[in-house]
């Protein structure tokens, strides 16, 4: 037996492709970054060696990137604190609807969660049009003409929609993984307490939030690893604006190496953005894991 | 008999709550599609929606011709089913070879590989664009299936992992008596139990390449190579105005994802329950 | 094992380290690759995506032409929108892997990186002297004596306006800021936007802070100079009060609610569909007026004025013009000279001048004088006359005429500037601070 498994052949065979493809595409680049980040490369002219300039430059003195540090934080904040709730209750239900109608609606509200983010970011840049878009239409229509707002171009409006779009988009994902969670309780549990007669409420309290601890725990990190890595969402509807109030550090870092020709810089945010991403998950996984424990 | 009557009461409460949620949900893209059939002067009226009457399929028509729809499509068909047949693969030869087989440095290796996890996929943008240069994949399918795979791959591996610790080490051992080697026990043995994490694997990177955007405006650069979010993308910014036909393009270019998620979306939830529990 | 790993982390670094340093970049081997009758496929970097209206269908055209005339050559063409454009060819342009031929905007902030790294291919003047180039229309094209792309528009920026919405309310085309601001009151009232602005990618906004401050000094110098710092924005008269009054016109709700996000086609419907009066934007929009999915009632009221002056100082006839996009090949490719011969196909006057004016797509940088006929929309009539009468033009916007991070960080200040986000002070502090960053790049 251990001998079939220690062949080293045979573990080369199986480990090398993977690990070639990680050196090429993730390992080499990491480190190409490390390199150029000390350096004041701008793509054309010769590169200088300029030490820790850039991060002390990045740390010291650059207000966009706390500020795009900042938001991180409150996308993430967002997610947990109003997404998560939601979808738990949502899972909890979809889950307790049984049969057929269990499985249509755990289609239906998994739906948006495809759609690409070219096409949902699109999709509310048009909605949220302070003139003809559907969200101000619905605001008028229900009397609140008061609330309607020039979403994206108020400092504070426009990363609240943000959020509420990263909300919506994630919404079908959070809720299938709280979903698949409750479906991993134990049925014989959930029926002893509605036969003890136990409230909805506390049902859902005592019984079945402790058993989706751990799963409270993964979404909690996805949220965070989401967060972080956001982009794409904000490249396509604000980039940024107004000013920098809906900066995300992996926008910045992008505006920084391609639209400023700031290489050298942008590799020095790219490797602060790899140490705090590293950070957070130790952190997360630090603190939930003691919460598991108790 | 009131008792009947309350739970039936409280069965419909729950399915009309659910389909209040489901709506509001869903009601962006209804209205998505509602305006993809109307035409540009009824996006700038008043009304919330519309009845499309008669409907526009012009708008569906310029979307397929002018967007060349079915070129995208086929081209993220191709990428995708590429990238996630390696992402198992090779997410099943690394867990088995990492979590089960006895060598020095499996440990550090596992570690590294799942803290690709964490790498933010933007920091690699630049750096890989004159790596690929260099290797001169750049505009090939290759140089966009390569970094699907890399960054797909360390979530396989975690999901993979787990499984694959909870398979008895008596099913190997009675697979080795009958002269077994590595290969055939992952064959015979690995691959049959693992199959719910596979799908959940196929879940994840189909997601994670499906929709990718940014790695494939930067790494491809022709038609005949890039991915649906380009039907999209050619339909916006200076010079474009047509928005009816835009919000077509956007509807038709979810529309696949849909359909592949309704035909696989008993297996993809049992991955993806399966994946949980294991956690 | 971990020794493998080791090495192979070194072996993967070198690789990709000397592919990086570019000069290897595969390019200079065999030039005599393209042989007449060789199948040869041109690399083609466009900002045009949308390939079946305006100018991405004239290129369209041109380039199917061509590829009947010479079966031997294909295209292979790249597009993407402006933003992502000019990011992506700063990529290029750092891995020293441009596209055989592409569209090339010759405002400084672009074209500087491309020159420095010596990337494009120089023309023979002489070429083009039957083409009919307005005077001054290649002088951004050309350095040190040597032409390296050649123009495809004359660029201006113009107040459009929708002459059914004025002569339902028997307004005049305004002529100065008290005629302007009681337009917007009188269509304020009715309902209507006064005027549609797009500031989603800012540099509309950028324009138009830089015409504001034109119309309101009169001086076109003033602004290059801050930004060459001779003299500071801060503490500038004319600037602030530019600023100011722009800022008061926004908050009486000139331009669209939240036109600070609005995208390039939501701020062109908003006047298309007739829900706006007036639209701020460039010449390049003249399509407009033949673009049949529009309705045909607005087609025929379509017209264009000069921005109204703000103060007696500014003059209505000064205008933000340049010559900016056209197109240039690369100085690496091995089809250069087969991408000059369809250059100089493309831009042959009865090619691009010719079908460009007659199908009143854009405002040639060639002269289109000729085209001239009564078939025009009375838009072009416009136009040309806009231009005609024009009594100075700005060359090259202010934000394009440093560094690249001086454009970003600039038009992000104007959109601040314009939405009143910002107070006229705080944003000229922010420019010094802009402009200052940029010259001690620049003299690095």
Redesign the interface.
Same mark, same amino acid.
């Given at each position: 037996?251990?001998k079939?498994?220690?062949?080293?052949k045979?573990?080369a065979l199986?480990?090398l $492709?993977?690990?070639?493809? #990680?050196?090429?595409?993730?390992?080499? $680049?990491?480190?190409?970054?490390v390199?150029?980040s000390v350096t004041d490369y701008?793509?054309?002219?010769a590169m200088k060696f300029v030490g820790l300039t850039n991060y002390k430059k990045l740390i010291m003195d650059d207000k966009i990137m706390w500020l795009s540090i900042r938001n991180v934080f409150i996308l993430s904040a967002g997610l947990i604190i109003i997404q998560h709730p939601l979808s738990i209750v949502?899972a909890i239900?979809?889950d307790? =609807?049984g049969g057929v109608?269990e499985?249509i609606?755990? *289609?239906?509200?998994?739906?948006?969660?495809?759609?690409? *983010?070219?096409?949902t970011a699109?999709?509310?840049?048009?909605?949220l049009? $302070?003139? #003809?878009g559907?969200v101000n239409?619905?605001l008028k229509?229900v009397g609140l003409t008061s609330w309607c707002?020039?979403?994206?171009?108020e400092?504070t409006t =426009?990363l609240i929609a943000i959020v509420l779009i990263e909300i919506?988009v994630g919404?079908?994902w959070s809720m299938?993984?709280y979903?698949?969670?409750v479906?991993?309780i134990p049925a014989d549990q959930i029926d002893a307490a509605r036969i003890d007669g136990a409230a909805d409420g506390h049902l859902i309290t005592k019984i079945i939030l402790p058993q989706l601890k751990?799963?409270i725990r993964?979404n909690i990190t996805l949220a965070i690893?989401n967060a972080?890595?956001m982009?794409?969402t904000v490249?396509l509807t604000?980039?940024?604006? $107004?000013?920098?109030a809906t900066q995300f550090v992996?926008n910045y870092?992008?505006?920084k190496?391609?639209?400023?020709?700031?290489?050298g810089y942008?590799?020095a945010i790219? *490797?602060v953005?790899?140490v705090i991403?590293?950070i957070?998950?130790f952190i997360t996984k630090q603190i939930t894991a003691e919460r598991g424990e108790k | 008999m009131i008792a009947e009557k309350k739970k039936k009461w409280k069965r419909a409460r729950l399915l009309i709550l659910l389909s209040v949620v489901a709506l509001l949900n869903l009601f962006p893209l209804v209205w998505l599609l509602d305006y993809s059939l109307l035409s540009n002067s009824d996006f700038y009226g008043d009304s919330i929606m519309k009845l499309p009457a008669p409907p526009l399929w012009s708008n569906y028509f310029s979307a397929i011709v002018d967007g060349k729809f079915f070129n995208y499509l086929l081209n993220s068909l191709f990428i995708t089913g590429i990238t996630i047949a390696v992402v198992i693969t090779l997410s099943i030869c690394l867990g088995y070879a990492l979590i089960r087989m006895k060598w020095k440095g499996s440990r550090f290796v596992y570690t590294l590989l799942i803290t690709g996890i964490m790498i933010p996929i933007h920091t690699t943008l630049l750096p890989n664009f004159f790596a690929f240069q260099a290797y001169g994949i750049l505009n090939t399918r290759i140089a966009l299936i390569l970094p699907y795979i890399a960054f797909s791959m360390s979530l396989g591996l975690f999901i993979m992992s787990g499984f694959i610790e909870g398979i008895p080490r008596s099913l190997e051992e009675a697979a080795v008596m009958d002269g077994c080697g590595v290969l055939r026990i992952i064959k015979n043995v690995v691959i049959p139990l693992s199959k719910p994490a596979a799908v959940t694997v196929a879940t994840m990177t189909f997601f994670n390449c499906w929709n990718e955007f940014i790695m494939a405006a930067t790494y491809t650069s022709s038609d005949t190579i890039r991915t649906l979010p380009f039907a999209v993308m050619n339909f916006s910014g200076k010079y474009t105005s047509n928005y009816t036909v835009q919000f077509a393009v956007m509807f038709l270019s979810t529309v696949p994802a849909i359909i592949i998620f309704i035909l696989f979306n008993k297996q993809m939830t049992k991955g993806i329950i399966a994946g949980a529990i294991k956690e | 094992m971990k020794k493998i790993l080791a090495y192979l982390l070194v072996i993967s670094i070198v690789f990709a380290m000397t592919g990086c340093a570019g000069e290897t970049a595969s390019n200079d081997n065999d030039s005599q690759y393209a042989k007449t009758d060789e199948k040869i496929t041109i690399r083609f970097f466009s900002n045009l995506p949308d390939r079946s209206t305006g100018q991405g269908k004239l290129e369209q055209m041109i380039m199917d032409n061509y590829c009947k005339e010479n079966p031997n050559v294909t295209f292979e063409v790249e597009t993407l929108d402006d933003v992502s454009f000019s990011q992506k060819l700063k990529a290029y342009i750092a891995s020293n892997n441009l596209p055989d031929m592409l569209y090339v905007n010759s405002l400084p902030a672009e074209i500087t990186p491309l020159l420095n790294s010596n990337a494009l291919a120089d023309l023979s003047e002489e070429d083009y002297e039957n083409y009919d180039f307005i005077q001054g229309a290649l002088d951004g094209y050309k350095f040190d004596g040597k032409l390296y792309g050649l123009p495809r528009n004359t660029d201006f920026m113009v107040l459009y306006y929708n002459q059914a919405l004025f002569d339902q309310y028997d307004l005049d085309f305004p002529t100065n800021l008290e005629e302007l601001k009681h337009c917007s009151e009188v269509f304020l009232k009715n309902g209507i936007i006064p005027c549609s602005l797009s500031g989603q990618e800012q540099w509309p906004l950028a324009l138009y802070f830089q015409e504001v401050i034109l119309k309101t000094s009169g001086n076109q110098q003033e602004i290059y100079d801050a930004v060459d710092r001779k003299i500071q924005f801060s503490g500038n008269d004319n600037f602030i009060k530019a600023i100011e009054l722009m800022q008061e016109l926004t908050k009486s709700n000139f331009a669209q609610e939240g036109f600070a996000a609005s995208e390039y086609g939501a701020a062109m419907n908003l006047f298309t569909q007739g829900k706006a009066a007036m639209y701020y934007m460039g010449e390049w929009d003249m399509g407009m007026a033949t673009d049949e999915t529009l309705p045909e009632e607005f087609r025929e009221n379509v017209r264009a004025g000069y921005l109204p002056a703000f103060t007696e100082n500014g003059k209505n006839t000064d205008l933000v013009a340049w010559y900016g996009g056209g197109y240039g090949v690369s100085a690496n490719s091995k089809l250069k000279d087969e991408c000059i011969k369809f250059l100089n196909y493309l831009m042959k006057p009865e090619n691009w001048a010719k079908l460009s004016w007659e199908n009143g797509l854009n405002f040639p940088a060639q002269d289109a004088t000729k085209y001239v006929s009564d078939n025009d929309s009375q838009l072009q009539k416009d136009l040309v006359e806009i231009l005609a009468n024009a009594s100075s033009t700005s060359g090259v916007d202010f934000y394009d005429s440093s560094t690249s991070e001086f454009m970003t960080a600039c038009m992000s200040i104007c959109q601040n500037a314009v939405s009143g986000n910002a107070s006229a002070e705080e944003c000229l502090a922010e420019l010094d601070k802009a402009a200052d960053t940029a010259k001690s790049d620049m003299e690095k």
């Open positions: 037996m251990s079939v498994l220690s062949n080293k045979m573990i199986l480990v $492709p993977g690990i070639i493809i #990680f050196c090429l595409v993730i390992l080499v $680049p990491i480190f190409m970054s390199f150029y701008n793509g054309i002219d949502c239900y979809v307790k =609807a109608w499985k609606f755990r *289609v239906l509200i998994f739906i948006p969660s495809m759609t690409s *983010v070219v096409v699109k999709l509310w840049m048009n909605m049009d $302070p003139t #003809f559907l239409k619905i229509a707002q020039a979403w994206m171009t400092t =426009a919506w919404f079908g299938l993984i979903y698949a969670g479906k991993g751990p799963i993964i690893v972080l890595k982009m794409e490249y604000t980039n940024g604006a $107004p000013g920098n992996a870092l992008y505006v190496a391609f639209s400023d020709q700031k290489y942008a590799n790219s *490797v953005f790899i991403c590293l957070a998950n | - | -």
